[in-house]
């Protein structure tokens, strides 16, 4: 069964930083993935992309993330991660990871909180 559990989120000062790691089972990333990467979803608004590998080989950003966060992946332990620099008040938000084994097949994690707050 896959299982998708993303960790490293909490609390932190505007300007600070973070990393989130996705760690998942059943899927082995050296392999074929169609997707993988990170989404968010602040209270009252829709879920966004935050940033993801595709399946040729390119990473997409969402706009403010652009510059200040940087996804990457280990696939020997099938992780991927987000680097986030220089955190906003306005980031705050649960993410979550995706992978998508096809077009078809979304596996989510449970999510993680990140608030950024003096």
């Known amino acids: 069964q896959v299982q998708v559990v993303e960790s490293g989120g909490g609390l932190v000062q505007p300007g600070g930083s973070l990393t989130l790691s996705c760690a998942a089972s059943e899927i082995t990333f050296s392999s074929y993935v169609y997707l993988m990467g990170w989404y968010r979803q602040a209270p009252g608004k829709q879920r966004e992309l935050v940033a993801v590998f595709t399946s040729w080989g390119d990473t997409n950003y969402g706009d403010s993330m652009k510059g200040r966060f940087t996804i990457s992946r280990d696939n020997a332990k099938n992780t991927v991660y987000l680097q986030m620099n220089n955190l906003k008040p306005e980031d705050t938000a649960v993410y979550y990871c995706?992978?998508?084994?096809?077009?078809?097949?979304?596996?989510w994690g449970q999510g993680t909180q990140v608030t950024v707050s003096s």
């Open positions: 995706l992978i998508r084994t096809s077009p078809l097949q979304a596996y």
